[in-house]
């Protein structure tokens, strides 16, 4: 009678660190990151060594001196007797504004061209091929400088309105003016961070505004889902668009009647306007020309999403009696989204980056601000490019994740 028992266990050994497969993947990688730390620890100690010796130690106390300069669009309060924090932290906001304002541009034009560019009409979808051809193969900085000179020359100078009805929009030569928000019931502003650097204000009228909004579109929404679950129970849908309509105007109406809504004007006093909001041609050049050279991309991409989806559903949509454009908006464009975000992540990273340019037409960003004038006047060069860097990568990231959380929701779900 013979008894089965289990083969002794094998003794852990160090030389089975590299020579046993199980581990040797995992003692390469441990290895290769203490060489890394190694050399970033080197570098790092190096640096730092030769600034003490030139005299110029590592620090980030010329945030709190005094700026010196001004930022001629800007979203906060700000003078020239600001800190260099305050400085970059306007310049960071202007970053931001463009970054928004070019990404919501550039994907409403490059859809609409991606979607123009497959169009059965030759000429259309030949002049949008044009479009996309010149933007994309002609470096964005010399738009930014070509659509900045182009609004500045061809645009009249203030003097050309005096004794003339402008109206509420005026274009000049120094920039656009816009009809400002104004509230005669307003219910004030909340400081932020008292008279700090970082100090901003929240109006308390933007609030309402956006919690009334809100919560109109989240009764919009539940009569949807409502008339939804009768037509799946009756077969018979209700109109709602009249109710729907209602929650969403109505009391966003008496809300701004109440607060005493109206608008300022522009108007010409001395030599330039006073009043209303001033959208400098720095600003809306830059805007112009990143919009429309990210927008030449997205159309492709947009085109090659369209392309993968099989002509199959655009049959079948056809023959349910859908018309060609409740096709692409309800059938196509939903499918091909799952192919189109994840390239547009790096569209929006690239416009985001490249709205560094925009010092070439005197638009104070962050790079302007903090990697420009700041830098140049504290010889700062260490502390401002890495906080530089700390900034762009905290904005990529930022986006990167939004856009990826949309990606996850918009994918297939698999049972």
Known sequence: MSTLTDPPKEQFRLSMLLYDTRYRSATIQVIAMFGFMLLAAWLINNTIINLNTLGKPV?????????????NQRLLDYDNQDTHLRAAFLGLLNTLVIAFMGCVAATIVGVLVGV?????????????????????????????VLIFAIVTESTPHPKVYRGVETGAVVVTNRGTYLPEPLFSRSLGDVHLFGSSSLRFDISLDLIAILVVLGLSIFASIKIRQRADRIQEATGVRPRTWHTRAAVLILPLLSLLIALGFHLGYPELKGFNFQGGTHLRNSLLALWLALSLYTAAFIAEIVRAGILAISKGQTEAASALGLRPNKTMSLVILPQALRVIIPPLISNYLNLTK???????????????????????????????????????????????????????????KER
């Open 116 to 144: 123009l560019r497959l169009s059965s009409n030759w000429l259309v979808a030949r002049i949008m091929t044009v479009y996309v051809e010149m933007f994309r193969n002609v470096p964005v900085l010399l738009w930014i």
């Open 354 to 412: 490249n709205s560094s340019l925009a010092i070439a037409v005197g638009y104070m960003d962050i790079t302007g601000t903090l990697g420009g004038i700041t830098m140049n006047q504290t010889g700062r060069e260490l502390e401002c490019v890495l906080m530089l860097m700390l900034v762009y990568l905290a904005i990529s990231l930022t986006i990167s994740a939004v856009m990826n959380w949309y990606n996850e929701a918009v994918k297939l």
């Open 59 to 71: 620090s980030f106390g010329f945030l709190g001196e005094t700026a010196g300069y001004d930022i």
